[in-house]
C-alpha cells in the first residue's frame, strides 16, 4: 500500500494562492506564517493529478456536461455515509458559498429573513445580506467550552423572523460541532413544523474525528429530505478549492428545479471540466488516501493540544468533533478585537482567522487551520506561546 508523506514540505509561494501569495492584496504584512484559509498544504493524491494529466492531454477543453461516471461517484460517496442518492439529484456548482446564495436566492425574496448560528464560517453572513435579505441570527450556545444548540431559542428565533430558509453548518465551522442525530432530528422538527427549508453545509463532512459519526441531514426521514438542500464537495476533503467545484444534492424534485432556475439566472449553466474530473478520481480513488491525511491530522490535532496546556494554560482549545480547524478560546488573555488581532500579528507573526469575523460571539476566539506540516503547526504554536510569554 502506498504511503503518503504528509510531512514532505510543500511550497505554495508563487502558485497565486490565497493563503500565500495574497498579504498585501488583503493588507496583512508580508512574512505572516498563515494559516487562515481553509485549504490544505498538502498535494492531492497521485491517482487525481494522474486523472488531471490524462484530460488535460486531450487537449481540448470545449463545453462540457456532467457525465455519469461523475455522478456515479458521488452516489457511491454518499453511501459511506448511508445516503442513497439518486444520480439527477446531484447538481453541480462552482462552490459551496455559490450554492448558499443561489439558495437565498431561490427560496426567499429581497427582505426576508435566513436563520444561521453564529459565531459561523462567515460568507454565510455575506451571502444572506450582500442579497438583500436579512440575517435571523440564532446563536450557538457556549457552556463550559462546548457548543451546543438552544433549540427553544432557535424556533423562536424562527417564528419572530418569519424565516423560510435556514443555513445549517454541519459539522460546524468554527465550533467543531458535529450535530449528531439526535440534535438533527430536533432541528428538523422545528423545520417542518415551521414550514422552513434546511440548507445544511456539509463540505467538512469528511474530516470527522475518531469516535463520532457524521449524519446526513437528509438521511433523517423521507419527509426532511424533501424539505432540504445538501451541500457537498470533494474540494475541502482533497484539497481542490481553486478548481471551483461541488456537487449540491437535492432529493425535492421542485426545489431542485427552483434552485437551478436561480443559477441559471446567472448565466451559470456548466460546471468546470477539470473539477468534475478531480471530483469524480478523487471519490473513486482517494479514499485511502483521506486515511492516511486523517491519521496524520489526528497527530496535528494532539500536538496543539499537549502543546497549549503545558505552555499556554489560559488558551482553551474548543474540543472539535470534525473538521481541521482549531478554535481556541483566548478569552482568559482579556484580549479582544484589535487587541487580539495585534497580538496575533503584531507579536506572534501569524496570520489566522480571528474570531470576531465569524459575529460577534466569535470575538476572543483564534481559528487555525492545522492542515498543513507538522513542523508548521509546531512553529505557530511556540510563535503564539512566546507571543503570550512576553505580554
Ligand atoms: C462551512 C464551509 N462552507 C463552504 C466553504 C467554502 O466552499 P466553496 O469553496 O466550495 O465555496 C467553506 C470553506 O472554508 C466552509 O468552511
Known amino acids: 500500500m502506498e504511503r503518503y508523506d504528509f510531512d514532505a ?4 509561494r508563487g502558485s497565486h494562492s490565497m493563503k500565500f501569495d495574497a498579504a498585501a492584496a488583503m493588507g496583512k504584512r508580508e512574512g505572516l506564517l498563515s494559516m487562515w ?33 461523475y455522478r456515479e461517484a458521488v452516489v457511491s460517496w454518499m453511501a459511506r455515509y448511508g445516503w442513497q442518492v439518486s444520480p439527477n439529484w446531484i447538481v453541480p456548482t462552482p462552490g459551496v458559498v455559490f450554492a448558499l446564495a443561489m439558495a437565498v436566492r431561490a427560496f426567499t425574496e429581497p427582505g426576508d429573513a435566513v436563520v444561521i448560528q453564529r459565531p459561523v464560517y462567515y460568507p454565510f453572513t455575506n451571502v444572506i445580506e450582500r442579497n438583500g435579505r436579512r440575517v435571523a441570527n440564532a446563536p450557538l450556545a457556549y457552556q463550559d467550552g462546548i457548543y451546543s444548540i ?11 423572523s418569519g424565516a423560510k430558509l435556514f443555513l445549517l453548518c454541519n459539522p ?20 417542518l413544523r415551521n414550514d422552513v427549508i434546511v440548507v445544511s453545509d456539509e463540505i467538512h463532512m469528511d474530516f470527522v474525528r475518531p ?23 470533494a474540494s ?13 444534492i437535492i432529493p425535492n424534485g421542485e426545489l431542485r ?15 468546470n471540466v477539470l473539477g468534475l474530473v478531480a471530483t469524480e478520481a478523487c471519490y473513486r480513488q482517494g479514499a485511502e488516501w483521506l486515511a492516511q491525511l486523517k491519521k496524520y491530522l489526528e497527530g496535528n490535532w494532539a500536538l496543539v493540544e499537549s502543546y497549549l496546556a503545558e505552555h499556554a494554560p489560559q488558551l482553551h482549545l474548543v474540543p ?14 482579556g484580549l479582544y478585537g484589535e487587541d487580539l488581532r495585534a497580538l496575533i500579528e503584531d507579536e506572534a507573526g501569524l496570520w489566522l482567522d480571528l474570531g470576531d469575523m465569524f459575529g460577534p460571539e466569535g470575538d476572543g476566539f483564534i481559528r487555525l487551520n492545522l492542515a498543513t506540516q507538522r513542523a508548521t503547526v509546531q512553529r505557530a504554536l511556540t510563535q503564539l506561546t512566546d507571543a503570550i510569554a512576553r505580554m
Open 9 to 12: 514540505p510543500v511550497d505554495r
Open 37 to 69: 484559509v481553509a485549504d490544505m498544504d498538502f498535494t492531492v493524491p497521485p491517482a487525481v493529478v494522474e486523472a488531471l494529466h490524462q484530460r488535460v492531454d486531450h487537449a481540448v477543453f470545449g463545453y462540457t456536461n456532467p457525465w455519469d461516471g
Open 150 to 160: 438552544d433549540f427553544d431559542a432557535l424556533e423562536q428565533t424562527i417564528q419572530e
Open 172 to 191: 460546524h465551522n468554527p465550533g467543531g460541532r458535529l450535530w449528531t442525530r439526535d440534535e438533527l432530528a430536533r432541528i428538523a422538527e422545528i423545520a
Open 211 to 233: 469516535g463520532y459519526e457524521h449524519t446526513v441531514f437528509a438521511t433523517l426521514d423521507d419527509q426532511i429530505a424533501q424539505r432540504c438542500v445538501v451541500c457537498t464537495a
Open 236 to 248: 475541502k476533503t482533497f484539497n481542490l478549492a481553486g478548481l471551483e467545484t461541488s456537487n449540491i
Open 257 to 271: 428545479r427552483v434552485f437551478k432556475d436561480a443559477m441559471h439566472a446567472t448565466g451559470t449553466n456548466r460546471p
Open 320 to 333: 472539535a468533533q470534525s473538521t481541521y480547524l482549531a478554535w481556541v478560546d483566548c478569552r482568559e488573555l
